[in-house]
């Protein structure tokens, strides 16, 4: 038995949850890279010199890196503020020579009470958000009036640049090895469990009555009588109580309670009872050993098959060594066979 390559499937296979929520932040970051590289792969690296009247025409797409020249018009733009404070201005620059406008962002607001001016412009082509379009809509037949031609799908980034190709292919290379990474952790066990002999029992241990559980439970309906419901749940790692009946059978019990909080009240509590009951004749194997992952733990395997014949595995785990072997010595002693831990058992239902 290799104990390293236990112990690094247990901690890989451990990361699962960690890396779901890298995944999630994977996907979210993708697709601005993507466009990042898809808009750097189209454009060359100096500015396509375009005219106005090829912007409003739609000759020239949408996240282009162009270079025109017009009149700009600064009083005449629309301010953009956040909490009250100008941040940008959008505003339109003219050909009068072919009678056409487009729209050109900048951050340099104070920009706004500038007089006209013939200027260039080098910049990202950008598709309009909903708002900007509905200002200039709004004023479409202002604009018509004044003998002028535009268009409210687009608008100029002033100052934007397409980013270096090479950059987001280093990104996107990053993210899908993180992504392989990440995927690759579902394909270990969540919980790696070793054969391992149980350890002599010092005079002076601490033995406790600690457990956690590993394994499928079933839903208990009543406890005295007890009835179990048909819903089943696997729970890991989960704080459990356990108990051996008066015919050998184990019983692992786990009391589920689930809250529900808003803005840290809770609103909400629901409290299930579950269980794994495991009858003798049931029994396929008992073995000592650890569980092991970034800290390891001291535990005892049972597998078993349920009342559908469907094979299951508990996995029991204690606080410290004394604990397990405790508990080893007393299944022993209630007529378990248990294995001494130094190699996996394979067999069937015995009784």
């Not at 009068?96 to 951050?107: C, E, K, S």
């Amino acid at each position: 038995m290799n104990e390293s390559l236990l112990r690094w499937k247990g901690r890989i296979g451990s990361l699962k949850a960690l890396a779901l929520l890298v995944l999630i932040f994977l996907v979210i970051f993708t697709f601005p890279a993507v466009t990042g590289f898809v808009t750097a792969l189209k454009n060359p690296s100096a500015p396509q010199p375009v005219t106005v009247s090829e912007l409003i025409s739609g000759n020239i797409g949408t996240q282009r890196y162009v270079n025109v020249s017009g009149v700009a018009s600064y009083k005449l733009a629309y301010t953009e503020t956040e909490n009250s404070v100008s941040k940008a201005i959008i505003y339109p620059l003219i050909d009068r020579q072919g009678n056409a406008v487009v729209f050109v962002r900048t951050t340099e607001a104070n920009l706004a009470s500038a007089p006209d001016t013939q200027v260039t412009v080098t910049g990202l082509t950008t598709s309009a958000p909903s708002d900007l379009k509905n200002l200039i809509e709004k004023d479409l037949s202002e604009i018509n009036g004044a003998g002028y031609q535009t268009s409210s799908a687009l608008y100029v980034e002033q100052g934007q640049k397409p980013g270096q190709l090479i950059l987001y292919l280093l990104a996107l290379a990053a993210m899908a090895f993180a992504t392989v990474l990440c995927i690759a952790t579902f394909f270990f066990p969540s919980v790696a469990f070793g054969a391992f002999p149980a350890q002599q029992i010092p005079p002076d241990a601490k033995i406790s009555k600690a457990i956690k559980a590993t394994g499928n439970f079933q839903q208990v309906k009543t406890m005295q009588p007890l009835e179990f419901a048909k819903a089943r749940r696997n729970f890991t790692d989960a704080v459990a109580n356990l108990f051996v009946m008066d015919d050998r059978s184990i019983g692992v019990y786990i009391h589920f309670v689930l809250s529900r909080r808003v803005y840290g009240v809770q609103v909400s509590k629901q409290e299930t009872d579950w269980m794994a009951l495991v009858k003798p004749a049931q029994v396929i194997a008992v073995e000592p050993g650890k569980i092991y992952s970034w800290r390891d733990r001291w535990a005892v395997s049972i597998r078993f098959k349920d009342s559908a014949d469907k094979p299951q595995t508990m996995l029991i785990s204690f606080e410290n060594a004394a604990s397990q072997a405790n508990f080893v010595n007393f299944l022993r002693e209630k007529g378990y066979a248990v294995s001494s831990g130094q190699y996996a058992v394979t067999g069937s239902v015995w009784s």
